[in-house]
């Protein structure tokens, strides 16, 4: 089921859209599967898990974190994954900075944007984004990317849309200016419900779980 239900996605997928499989609760088995059938990003919300899978799949495809990125464990962060979409906050970036300069490595991150304003949620605000950016020259050992969001829980996935029109404003804004240090070419948002509505606004990263795994038990 995995393989046949990637090879749909793949096919669904405008040239230059990448699908991240969301494999959080996943077992080994399943994500080398997914790895198999084409799948090129592969995306955990958490440090431990997906330091198991990297050490019983090696690196299969691209790793990318995608969970609450905590201060404490940027170094663990900093040594497993490709990327990491969740920055959400500059005093995490130079943390992080620093962690990678020690291990002589550039890593590419995405800023999380926190769409809909919500005071629960993670994510740098709508309006802070470009004075974050206009801080990133400072950030020598990150690659500052692009823009990944989650926005709002939904019923009605169109619902959704709106938020994904404003973060690629926030793109598309960013990417009118020239600004230092910035490698601005990723814009991650959509999920199993959401993402053909997030590619009509502008994705090219898709992070897709339950309709790759089936429902998480
Ligand atoms: C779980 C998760 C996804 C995938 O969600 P599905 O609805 O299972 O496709 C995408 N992004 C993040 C950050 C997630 O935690």
Not at 18 to 31: C, F, H, Q, T, W
Not at 37 to 62: F, H, M, P, S, W
Not at 169 to 192: C, Q, V
Request: hydrophobic share 45%; proline share 4%.
């Amino acid at each position: 089921m995995i393989k046949e239900n990637i090879e749909k996605i793949l096919k669904e997928l405008p040239p230059g859209v990448e699908l991240a499989a969301a494999v959080k609760g996943r077992s080994i088995a399943e994500v080398k599967e997914a790895a198999a059938a084409g799948v090129t990003i592969l995306a955990d919300n958490y440090l431990q898990e997906a330091a198991e899978k990297i050490e019983a799949l090696g690196r299969v495809a691209r790793w990318h974190f995608i969970g609450h990125l905590q201060k404490n464990k940027v170094q663990k962060a900093a040594a497993l994954f490709d990327m990491l979409e969740t920055i959400d906050s500059f005093e995490l970036a130079q943390v992080l900075d620093k962690e990678c300069g020690r291990l002589g490595k550039v890593m590419p991150v995405l800023l999380e944007v926190n769409s809909a304003d919500e005071p629960q949620k993670a994510g740098l605000e709508p309006a802070e984004v470009e004075s974050f950016v206009g801080r990133a020259g400072s950030l020598a050992h990150l690659k500052i990317s692009g823009l990944m969001t989650m926005g709002p829980l939904v019923d009605n996935p169109e619902a959704i849309r709106p938020f994904f029109r404003k973060v690629k404003e926030i793109f598309d804004l960013i990417k009118s200016k020239a600004y230092d240090n910035l490698d601005w070419r990723y814009l991650s948002m959509g999920m199993s419900d959401t993402y053909k509505i997030a590619i009509e606004e502008g994705a090219n990263i898709v992070r897709i779980g339950t309709a790759i795994f089936g429902i998480r038990r």
